[in-house]
């Protein structure tokens, strides 16, 4: 059950919802909570994450984020990698199998980092990533939207690559994540990163519900 803007429809017994948003924002704490609720109504779920869902994507992580310093378009190509292999390898059978899957990040953060934060194009870099994942895409992206600065007080250790990469950088990425936001409003779900860990589950669950065939 998914659906796609640039390519044509995807359908599959299962469903793909994506968390994105800063560093910081909560995505881990959301898509650990929205998986224990679907949980419980009987579904297999699949947490996973991007970069570094599969091991060989833990490998170009450790490289993207952490190895030598890489051009930008190398890096957007690295995550191209990374999620190709994680949708051929992980993301597809598990949504052939009816799975529910949930993604801390997918296409639209590199989109939002590559295309807009390295200034390489959001239509280049999206159609890179719709072309290694054979147009999949969510049928549900939840935006936890949080201002920059405080979502880099929220974080602890070291900084990754783009963790360091500047004010500017995220401010970039930000606005281009709400940009997406606005432009797909059946797909995308905003909500405020700053309001209490619950009142976002609540929100995110009361979204996802009638996409799993739910009622009130």
């Known amino acids: ?9 995807v359908t599959t017994p299962g469903v793909l919802v994506s968390f994105e948003g800063g ?50 378009r190398t890096e957007a190509l690295l995550y191209a990698a990374d999620r190709a292999h994680h949708v051929a390898s992980l993301v597809r059978p598990a949504l052939d199998r009816g799975a529910v899957v949930i993604t801390d990040r997918y296409l639209d953060s590199s989109v939002a980092y590559q295309g807009s934060g390295r200034d390489l194009g959001a239509d280049e870099v999206e159609q890179l990533s719709v072309w290694a994942t054979r147009g999949l895409m969510p049928v549900l992206t939840v935006l936890l939207d949080l201002d920059p600065v405080l979502g880099r007080s929220r974080l602890t250790g070291d900084p990754d690559r783009l963790e360091r990469a500047g004010d500017d ?11 997406r936001a606005a432009a797909d409003p059946g797909r995308w779900l905003v909500l405020d990163a700053t309001a209490p860990v619950e009142e976002i589950a609540a929100a995110t669950r009361a979204r996802l519900a009638p996409l799993l065939g739910l009622t009130a």
């Open 23 to 72: 560093d910081g924002a909560g995505k881990s704490t959301q898509s650990r909570l929205l998986g224990a609720w679907v949980e419980g109504l009987g579904r297999e779920v699949v947490l996973t994450r991007e970069p570094g869902g599969t091991a060989l994507g833990q490998v170009l992580r450790d490289a993207v984020l952490h190895g030598d310093h890489v051009d930008a």
């Open 1 to 9: 059950m998914t659906s796609t803007g640039p390519a044509a429809p």
């Open 169 to 179: 950088f995220h401010r970039r990425t930000r606005q281009a994540f709400l940009d």
